[in-house]
């Protein structure tokens, strides 16, 4: 009998440190972690394999959390992958690491985002406290004030230490968890009676769906089983959600393709903090301006807005320190509780008082730039500019500025007070006339979805996370640097493309400094929806090279040093300057590096190259049509492909 050739594997050893706050199960003891798990509320279990990179790296990210949430959360690691451990003989895992969350008895939870420390931890506060306690009326505005879809359970705990659907509201809100690991839909909890009227809630153990764009919705107790899957199933059929995160997992995957087939997307790339404790700016201005764009409806509002406030206007005129023939017409749109609707009365933030969002909004108006000069008599204008700070829907700021012809009275009354600073506010009935009060619908984007064949889906995704995409559609820089410098910010780190995988076109946002983000992104969905579109599609090629690689970018029939490359590499850039050149006749090979036949042909273009070398009139090219886009007119359907660019054309 032949002896055993094969060394048995050495026997597995400690995969995290002693230091982290970390159970390392290396020997695989499944049996271990039921007990860890039974004695400790909210448990993290990291499935590992020794030898596997990704969970070395996602190691370090395991081990960041666990030191800051080592007191509220049971943090585990499991080996695998060692053959005589449990785990490997009950498991079939097909990739590593995995991470299961067990929020008491409930779970596992497996985590499907980012192995980034922020990202987990931001995911292990979520399961920690899944759902957000709403003590007031106004905490509950807050709530509901967010883009991201909103649910609101009513139970009220006087009658016994905890109402019977409550735990099943709980599940429901972690079953979610399991569906989307950012929280998107974040659930809410309302224990008081007053707190719920002001959404219409009067039962007991009620459901509430908030829907900005369409009516809210109840869960209907009596046409489905009050359980936590049929609620989260339910939240999930009838949410509206106006932006959509992509996060494509880095490895083979058709997520992308998959959204981009269901029409143009405008893709955002921005700086992405998961637990920063205030709203991302620039995500509000982005999710504003796709709220404005689903709106297609400006009289349908929802019944918060009809339960919650009483609309009305208050104006305000302000002179401008810079001119003294320049007025901003300033309007807050206030929404008050219907019950102190009989009581309207205007408070309008005076310069001490919430100076900072005046003053935001007097910037606007003032960089708002009028096409010609318009009376203070005149009763209708259109050139205002409405400019909505949020998209809350209980407060909202609009600004209107026009140029007013100085007279002869104003002028000297000018000279004589000049120091005056505060205008008195306009009564209601001596305010700017409707027809000149800026309205929603005036900025071309209100509604604009249902006004064009070419509507848009609205993506957001991670600049840090999905950096070599963000430099495929045109971004320059590197990924930890902002990306202004392609996109005109000023400093904000955003980028933005329209992406129409129908037309195999994409268009890259360009900023002007003097302009806001807002302003851009308007322009920018306008311009790409019109009929007749004037955005030109965005050309991506390879980065210039440097030199002493031997050969060279662009032609230059006066230049002798360095010596005449036998084949000139062309790319984006340099592609026209090149083939249509008059003075020379131009052989171009279409090749990619992918494919085989052109491999093939290499020795034979290379070939022909030597035996025309000596001919000065003739240029023999190449261009990698995978890395390079080309205009249209100058594609070609098959690689390899060789075409003749003649002299005198």
Not at 31 to 55: G, K, N, T
Not at 64 to 89: D, E, I, P, T, Y
Not at 540 to 549: D, L
Not at 585 to 593: A, G, N, P, R, S
Request: charged fraction near 20%.
């Amino acid at each position: 009998r032949a002896k055993n050739v094969v060394a048995a594997s050495r026997p597995p050893v400690r995969f995290f440190s002693a230091e982290a706050p970390v159970v390392d199960l290396y020997l695989g003891q499944l049996d271990q972690v039921e007990r860890l798990r039974s004695m400790a509320e909210v448990s993290l279990i990291f499935f590992y394999a020794p030898w596997c990179a990704h969970s070395m790296t996602a190691r370090q990210e395991v081990q960041q959390v666990a030191k800051k949430l080592a007191k509220q959360v049971q943090f585990v690691a499991v080996n695998c992958w060692w053959s005589q451990g449990k785990c490997r003989r009950q498991n079939r895992f097909y990739q590593y690491p995995i991470i299961h969350l067990f929020y008491s008895r409930f779970g596992p939870i497996e985590y499907k985002g980012p192995f980034v420390a922020q990202y987990v931890e931001s995911f292990v506060l979520r399961v920690i406290t899944p759902l957000t306690y709403l003590p007031s009326r106004a905490k509950l505005k807050e709530f509901l004030s967010y883009h991201e879809p909103r649910v609101v359970g009513f139970f009220q705990f006087n009658s016994s230490p905890q109402p019977p659907g409550y735990i099943t509201y709980l599940s429901s809100a972690l079953h979610a968890l399991k569906r989307d690991f950012r929280g998107v839909v974040r659930f809410g909890v309302v224990t008081n009676k007053q707190v719920a009227e002001a959404i219409s809630l009067k039962e007991d153990e009620t459901v509430y769906l908030y829907r900005r764009l369409n009516s809210s919705l109840i869960f209907p107790r009596r046409e489905r089983n009050f359980t936590s899957e049929a609620i989260c199933s339910w939240v999930f059929e009838h949410h509206e959600t106006v932006i959509h995160w992509l996060q494509p997992p880095g490895t083979k995957s058709r997520l992308l393709e998959y959204e981009l087939t269901k029409g143009p997307a405008l893709l955002l790339f921005l700086p992405y903090n998961p637990l920063g404790s205030k709203p991302n700016p620039i995500l509000q201005q982005f999710a504003d301006i796709a709220v404005r764009y689903h709106s297609c409806d400006n009289n349908n509002h929802s019944s918060l807005d009809k339960i919650f406030t009483s609309h009305s206007l208050c104006c305000q005129s302000v002179p401008l320190p810079e001119s003294s023939s320049s007025v901003c017409e300033v309007c807050l749109s206030l929404s008050r509780s219907s019950l102190t609707s009989s009581s309207v009365r205007c408070s309008f933030p005076s310069t001490t008082q919430g100076g900072d969002v005046l003053h935001s909004y007097l910037r606007h108006c003032c960089l708002h730039q009028l096409p010609a000069p318009v009376s203070i008599k005149t009763t209708t204008s259109v050139d205002c500019s409405n400019f909505l700070n949020s998209y809350s829907p209980f407060s909202q700021y609009s600004a209107c500025c026009r140029k007013v012809e100085p007279q002869l009275n104003n002028e000297s009354q000018a000279k004589e007070e000049p120091d005056m600073q505060r205008v008195p506010l306009l009564p209601p009935s001596l305010s700017i006339p409707p027809s000149s009060v800026p309205q929603q619908g005036g900025d071309g984007i209100t509604g604009l979805r249902c006004q064009t064949n070419r509507t848009l889906r609205f993506y957001v995704l991670d600049v840090a996370l999905n950096w070599p995409l963000a430099v495929r559609l045109g971004a320059t820089g590197n990924g930890s640097a902002s990306l202004h410098q392609e996109a005109g910010a000023r400093g904000d780190g955003s980028f933005a493309a329209i992406v129409n995988l129908k037309d195999e076109v994409h268009y890259v946002l360009h900023r002007s400094p003097a302009t806001t983000l807002t302003e851009s992104l308007e322009a920018f969905i306008r311009n790409f929806s019109a009929p007749y579109s004037l955005l030109q599609r965005h050309l991506v090629g390879e980065e210039e090279r440097k030199g002493g690689e031997g050969e060279t970018r662009h032609p230059d029939k006066h230049q002798h040093s360095p010596p005449r490359p036998l084949i000139t590499e062309l790319t984006t850039s340099s592609f026209l300057p090149c083939v249509m050149d008059l003075q020379k006749d131009v052989l171009l090979f279409y090749y990619t590096q992918w494919c085989g036949f052109c491999s093939v042909l290499n020795h034979i273009i290379i070939q022909l190259a030597r035996l025309l070398q000596g001919n000065s009139t003739i240029t023999v090219a190449r261009v990698n049509v995978a890395r390079n886009d080309l205009p249209w007119e100058f594609m070609v359907d098959h690689v390899p492909s060789i075409l003749l660019f003649p002299k005198y054309r």
